[in-house]
């Protein structure tokens, strides 16, 4: 069974830091590319960031460029989120995705979700 569980949410003041990390299980993740979303209350699921298999193609939201900033560990089936400078507009609930395409994911479509971590920034 594929699991993707995702842990480091929590409340954070605007400008501050919180990295999250999303541990994936059931399979072998390391030829799928794995990226992040979230989603606010009433507003559409929006794509954040993600990274191909090999670490060598990386796309970030206009949103979060240059204050966010994702990773993976392959050895370990692990994907991060680094976030800094973080702001209130950052709060959502965010989602751990994996799926063989990152195209796919540009189109904030994935096979493969976990259930969410909620990210709360107050002001």
């Known amino acids: 069974q594929v699991k993707l569980v995702e842990s480091g949410g929590g409340l954070v003041q605007a400008g501050g830091s919180l990295r999250l990390s999303c541990a994936a299980s059931g399979r072998t993740f390391s030829t799928y590319a794995m990226g992040w979303f979230r989603q606010a209350p009433g507003k559409e699921r929006e794509f954040v960031a993600a990274?191909?298999?090999?670490?060598?193609?990386?796309y970030n939201a206009d949103s979060v460029k240059d204050r966010f900033t994702i990773s993976r560990d392959n050895r370990e089936n692990t994907v991060s989120l680094q976030m800094n400078s973080l702001k209130p507009e950052d709060t959502a609930v965010y989602y751990c995705?994996?799926?063989?395409?990152?195209?796919?994911?540009?189109?904030?479509?994935?096979?493969?979700w976990g259930q969410g971590t909620q990210v709360t920034v107050s002001s």
């Open positions: 990274l191909s298999w090999s670490a060598g193609t990386t």
């Open positions: 995705a994996a799926d063989p395409s990152i195209a796919t994911m540009e189109q904030r479509r994935s096979q493969y």
